[in-house]
């Protein structure tokens, strides 16, 4: 599959940032898709500076997408009410700091998904700058994490590719 849209972006040249900005925010819009290997392709195609930057936007603007989202939603089926359950009750009473500093948390512990974050950040009623900047800072370390690992085995397979 990484081979298929590497050989797609390499062919698109320029167009090829705004198309994967475009996929990877519908990868992390739908919550519960890996992304990796679009990272993977990212640190292949632009290195794993640039391509860690490209994956990090992606991964901002598809919780930004889904936030959204799931707030209209939540309005137009009438649950805007965060305390109608008393854990979402605790969250949306936390001071503001605490909510993202609780945000950023969630967002370094890897086997939460973001879908379930981003709904439940809609569902308290965190407001929009300071999911924005809770989730920004949060994905950092995933993604250096992700473009690392997939630099990485792009260089442990050269490795083996000219040595065998």
């Known amino acids: 599959m990484e081979e298929t849209w590497v050989k797609i972006m390499l062919e698109l040249g320029i167009w090829a940032i705004p198309l994967n ?12 898709i890996p992304s990796v290997f679009i990272t993977t392709t990212n640190v292949l195609i632009w290195g794993p500076l640039w391509g ?17 989202l799931y707030r209209k939603g939540l309005r137009a089926i009438h649950i805007n009410d965060p305390d109608r359950w008393q854990w979402l ?6 001071p503001l700091c605490r909510q993202w500093l609780l945000l950023v948390i969630a967002r370094l512990i890897p086997w939460i998904p973001t879908g379930a974050i981003n709904l439940l950040a809609a569902l308290a009623s965190v407001p929009f700058l300071l999911f924005l900047s809770s989730t920004a800072l949060g994905k950092i370390p995933s ?15 050269k490795f083996f590719w000219q040595t065998g």
């Open 89 to 94: 009750k605790s969250l949306h009473h936390q």
């Open 21 to 32: 900005l475009l996929v990877n925010t519908i990868v992390n819009l739908i919550g519960f």
């Open 143 to 157: 993604i250096a994490l992700e473009a690392g690992t997939g630099y990485g085995v792009l260089q442990l397979g």
């Open 52 to 68: 860690g930057i490209l994956s990090w936007l992606g991964e901002i603007l598809g919780a930004v997408a889904a936030y959204i």
